[in-house]
């Protein structure tokens, strides 16, 4: 065999075994999800899960096998390598190190992923990325996928302490991006490498953290929070139904006031309408509303936040002030006062949002497809 036909077996190769099929992909409708997720999809979509949805892992069985989480190394020139976590390879400590982590019922091989290493390769050149594979796992039931977060954050937190040693790459350098369950995962890492390096992960950003079952979280241990890392940046598109509702970093953004986005389909309706006409009839509900969408379209408004992210990496388009213009209140008027006299609080959504100063909220809008970012109209 030709040196150049062996790359390209051992590339099929790796691209076909390194994660389980996920459902993230475009191709793959909302129908081919096995049925008892569709329905709890629906029902987080009408808001209609008991606020005490399961959050005791105590009783869950996980699947858990050698295996099931696998780390690896990507850099600029296509290939990449899976880490052997014992013994993770070199790093070159020059180069800038960025940790991403998918969500539930993805993988890293969604169109999502690939796209945002490749604008990060596009922006810094041969930059060093780790990319968490714990598909096994998150595709999968909630109970599942849930209740293996705390335990896959926790090895990534083993390996980048592993590797600060081994290559001299302090963890305050390092940047974890993460959605959904993966941005929550970014909080036990940030966790683990405190309780294991004794110092925080530089940068954490969550793209809209998984809500559901975090959202009844009082014990921040249980959740990211603000502590996780020195500067943790949320960016929230879909709180309240699928994210996470509230503030829970050190800058937390609000594009479009962060539950809907536009240019995202209402799903929610054609559930209601469908609701209307089928009562009492799940199957027919969803046969009638979202079966024939790709999941990341009927999660549009919770995928947002990733192509948001990835427009960001090269663009400093995303304007944003703290202004609450989502509400009313004497102090959001106040707030749109200062503004006028060019006195309100701005910063810059994505990868170049600054180091912390001040723990706040910023709001933005945004254009309704791609370019989505609108610079100083959008703040
Ligand atoms: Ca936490």
């Known amino acids: 065999m030709s040196?150049?036909?062996?790359?390209?077996?051992?590339?099929?190769?790796?691209?076909?075994?390194?994660?389980?099929?996920?459902?993230?992909?475009?191709?793959?409708?909302?129908?081919?999800?096995?049925?008892?997720?569709?329905?709890?999809?629906a029902d987080v979509l009408l808001k209609s899960i008991p606020a005490t949805f399961f959050t005791d892992c105590s009783n869950v069985n996980i699947p858990i096998a050698n295996d099931?989480?696998?780390?690896?190394?990507?850099?600029?020139?296509?290939?990449?390598?899976?880490?052997?976590?014992?013994?993770?390879?070199?790093?070159?400590?020059?180069?800038?190190?960025?940790?991403?982590?998918?969500?539930?019922?993805?993988?890293?091989?969604?169109?999502?992923?690939?796209?945002?290493r490749q604008a990060y390769f596009k922006r810094y050149g041969d930059c060093n990325i780790i990319g968490v594979d714990w598909s096994d796992l998150s595709v999968n039931v909630w109970s599942i996928a849930y209740c293996s977060v705390p335990i896959v954050g926790a090895k990534l937190g083993d390996l980048l302490c592993k590797i600060a040693s081994t290559s001299g790459i302090p963890v305050e350098s390092m940047h974890m991006v993460g959605h959904s369950m993966g941005g929550q995962m970014a909080g036990f890492t940030g966790q683990r490498v405190q309780t294991q390096c004794g110092s925080k992960i530089g940068n954490i950003t969550a793209l809209d953290p998984g809500g559901i079952s975090y959202q009844v979280?009082?014990?921040?241990?249980?959740?990211?929070?603000?502590g996780d890392g020195i500067a943790v940046q949320v960016i929230h598109t879909n709180a309240g139904i699928l994210g996470y509702e509230?503030?829970?970093?050190?800058?937390?953004?609000?594009?479009?006031?962060?539950?809907?986005?536009?240019?995202?389909?209402?799903?929610?309706?054609?559930?209601?309408?469908a609701a209307l006409l089928w009562p009492n009839n799940p199957q027919a509900i969803l046969n009638n509303s979202l079966v024939n969408l790709p999941l990341t379209e009927v999660l549009c408004d919770h995928f947002r936040s990733i192509v948001y992210f990835i427009?960001?990496?090269?663009?400093?388009?995303?304007?944003?002030?703290?202004?609450?213009?989502?509400?009313?209140?004497?102090?959001?008027?106040?707030?749109?006062l200062a503004q006028a006299l060019n006195l309100a609080d701005y910063t810059i959504m994505?990868?170049?949002?600054?180091?912390?100063?001040?723990?706040?909220?910023?709001?933005?809008?945004?254009?309704s497809k791609s370019p989505f970012a609108k610079g100083d109209a959008g703040a």
């Not at 790796?14 to 999809?41: M, W």
């Not at 190394?73 to 070159?92: A, G, K, M």
Request: charged letters at 20%; glycine letters at 4%; one cysteine or more.
């Open 311 to 336: 427009e960001s990496v090269n663009s400093k388009q995303f304007k944003a002030i703290d202004c609450k213009k989502c509400t009313s209140t004497i102090l959001d008027s106040l707030c749109l």
């Open 246 to 273: 509230g503030n829970c970093g050190t800058t937390d953004f609000y594009p479009n006031c962060g539950t809907i986005q536009p240019g995202c389909l209402d799903v929610i309706q054609a559930l209601k309408n």
């Open 350 to 367: 994505g990868e170049d949002c600054p180091p912390v100063n001040e723990e706040d909220a910023y709001f933005l809008t945004t254009n």
């Open 3 to 41: 040196k150049l036909v062996s790359f390209i077996v051992l590339c099929t190769a790796l691209n076909s075994v390194t994660a389980k099929d996920s459902y993230c992909y475009g191709n793959i409708t909302f129908g081919n999800i096995p049925f008892t997720i569709q329905e709890l999809i």
């Open 68 to 116: 099931s989480i696998k780390f690896y190394f990507f850099n600029s020139t296509s290939s990449y390598v899976r880490i052997d976590s014992d013994n993770p390879p070199q790093l070159d400590p020059s180069k800038r190190l960025i940790i991403l982590a998918h969500g539930w019922l993805c993988s890293m091989n969604d169109s999502y992923f690939p796209d945002l």
């Open 217 to 226: 979280q009082l014990d921040e241990s249980k959740r990211l929070d603000k």
